[in-house]
């Protein structure tokens, strides 16, 4: 098993900046793909940017490319997002997920362990 917990979320004007974390903890590993992921009311979960724990691989959503940086830091066992020039279109819940893998993965139904969510809203 896998805990993950995120953290970072809050309320932003348009063009403000936000990090998330998601700490990673229980049967961890090198093998892992980490992604971060967001659903907004009334739509679907979708994929934001994953990395491969070990190799250090990174995807992004086109959405997202150039604004979002996903990194991890191995030693604290967390995973980061970085979201720069924030959209009032990026609200949404974020959350942390993990799978082993030894790829990165982009879709949602690939993912194996999900932390609790955290709150992104940007105003206008």
């Known amino acids: 098993q896998v805990q993950l917990v995120e953290s970072g979320g809050g309320l932003v004007q348009a063009g403000g900046s936000l990090r998330l974390s998601c700490a990673a903890s229980g049967r961890t590993g090198s093998r892992y793909s980490m992604g971060w992921f967001r659903q907004a009311p009334g739509k679907e979960r979708e994929f934001v940017a994953a990395?491969?724990?070990?190799?250090?691989?990174?995807s992004y959503a086109d959405s997202v490319k150039g604004r979002f940086t996903i990194s991890r830091a191995i030693a604290e066992n967390t995973v980061y997002l970085q979201m720069n020039s924030l959209k009032p279109e990026d609200t949404a819940v974020y959350y942390c997920?993990?799978?082993?893998?030894?790829?990165?993965?982009?879709?949602?139904?690939?993912?194996?362990?999900w932390g609790q969510g955290t709150q992104v809203t940007v105003s206008s």
């Open positions: 990395i491969h724990w070990s190799a250090g691989s990174t």
């Open positions: 997920a993990a799978r082993y893998s030894t790829v990165v993965r982009t879709r949602w139904n690939e993912y194996d362990y």
